[in-house]
Nanobody, 130 residues
Framework: QVQLVESGGGSVQAGGSLRLSCAASGDTYNNFCMGWFRQAPGKEREGVAAIYTGDNSTYYADSVKGRFTISQDNAKNTLTLQMNSLKPEDTAMYYC???????????????????????WGKGTLVTISS
């Protein structure tokens, strides 16, 4: 079992920045690929970014490339999403997610992108005003 607790959501104006954190506890952190999803009202949940613990490979959705940065601190079991140049369309509930490592980066990222997540956090709300 893995428990994920998000923090850092809030409201900012367009062009601003926010930093989301996810504290992981429970099962061995290094056995999972960690990432973030978001869901805006009336829209499907979208995989935003992920990081493969084995080699720190990263995945970003096209909508956030160049603006968001995912990172992890294995010693502290903490996942971070730095979000810059925020846009109103980034408004959503953001969820921390853990995907079991399939030991192949591409397969693990495919699992993440398909939404086959093994553990979810409860989410943190991000609101961007224009």
């Amino acid at each position: 079992q893995v428990q994920l607790v998000e923090s850092g959501g809030g409201s900012v104006q367009a062009g601003g920045s926010l930093r989301l954190s996810c504290a992981a506890s429970g099962d061995t952190y290094n056995n999972f690929c960690m990432g973030w999803f978001r869901q805006a009202p009336g829209k499907e949940r979208e995989g935003v970014a992920a990081i493969y613990t084995g080699d720190n490979s990263t995945y970003y959705a096209d909508s956030v490339k160049g603006r968001f940065t995912i990172s992890q601190d294995n010693a502290k079991n903490t996942l971070t999403l730095q979000m810059n140049s925020l846009k109103p369309e980034d408004t959503a509930m953001y969820y921390c997610a853990a995907v079991e490592d399939l030991e192949v980066v591409a397969a693990t990222f495919d699992k993440f992108k398909s939404g086959r997540v093994d553990y979810w956090g409860k989410g943190t709300l991000v609101t961007i005003s224009s």
